[in-house]
C-alpha cells in the first residue's frame, strides 16, 4: 500500500530535519549554482539534497514532490528549480525574512509549530530495574546541584564535544565515550553507565 505524500507534509517534515540537524541547505546548492542565479537543474536539486543527508530522512517521492513544486519555465525547452523560493521557504525555521528593516519584531525562540512539545519527557528511557531508577535520579539531582552551585552550564561542555571531529556530529547527541567524558567528574563510572542508558539514542550515541 503506497501512502499518499503531500508538499504541505513533506515540506513540514524537510524543515524539521534541517532544524534539528541546523543544515544549511544553500550551502549544498551553491556548489551547483557558481553565478548566483537562483535557479539549478532538477537533477542537480535532488543531487544537492542528498548531499545534504536529506535522502535518509525523506522519501524519493517526498523529494520529487518538492523538486516538482520548485521547477520553472526559464525558456521554451530550459526547466529548472527556483531555489530562491525554496530556500526562502525552508530557511524560514531559522530567522524571519528582513529582520533588518523591523529589528524590534518579536522572534520565538524556536519554531514550535515543527518540534514536539512533549519531546523533553519521551528523550530517555524508563529502565527497568526500579534500583537503576533511583541511580538515575540520584545521579541528576546531584549534578544539578553541583551545576548550579558553580555556576557552570553542562551545555557548553557537551556542545564542544559534538563538534569534535571524532564525533557523529548530529546536533544534539554526543558518543558514549564523550558523555562519559563530560560526566566524568562528579560521577562513578556504574553511575555515569546507568545514566546512559535511559539517554541512549543510537547503540552508540546519546
Not at 121 to 128: E, T, V
Not at 148 to 165: E, H, I, N, S, T
Not at 175 to 197: D, I, M, Y
Request: charged residues 30%; hydrophobic residues 40%; glycine residues 4%.
Amino acid at each position: 500500500m503506497t501512502l499518499d505524500v503531500s508538499l504541505e507534509s513533506a515540506m513540514r517534515r524537510l524543515k524539521q530535519h534541517v532544524y534539528k540537524n541546523r543544515i544549511r541547505v544553500k550551502e549544498f546548492l551553491m556548489d551547483f549554482d557558481k553565478l548566483n542565479s537562483g535557479y539549478v537543474f532538477p537533477n542537480h536539486f535532488l543531487s544537492a539534497l542528498s548531499m545534504a543527508g536529506i535522502d535518509r530522512y525523506l522519501s524519493a517521492k517526498e523529494l520529487e514532490l518538492i523538486c516538482e513544486t520548485y521547477k520553472v519555465q526559464r525558456d521554451a525547452t530550459l526547466v529548472m528549480v527556483d531555489t530562491r523560493s525554496f530556500l526562502h521557504e525552508v530557511e524560514l525555521v531559522f530567522t524571519i525574512p528582513h529582520l533588518e528593516k523591523d529589528p524590534l519584531v518579536d522572534v520565538p525562540s524556536e519554531p514550535s509549530e515543527l518540534l514536539d512539545k512533549t519531546r523533553y519527557f519521551k528523550s530517555s528511557r524508563i529502565l527497568p530495574d526500579p534500583q537503576d531508577e533511583t541511580t538515575v535520579i540520584a545521579l541528576l539531582e546531584r549534578l544539578s546541584e553541583t551545576t548550579l552551585k558553580r555556576g557552570q552550564p553542562v551545555k557548553a561542555f557537551f556542545d564542544d564535544a559534538a563538534q569534535d571531529d571524532h564525533s557523529a556530529k548530529l546536533f544534539g547527541h554526543v558518543t558514549v565515550p564523550q558523555f562519559r567524558q563530560v560526566c566524568g567528574k562528579g560521577s562513578r563510572a556504574g553511575e555515569r553507565n546507568v545514566l546512559g542508558n535511559t539517554m541512549m539514542f543510537e547503540d552508540s550515541m546519546w
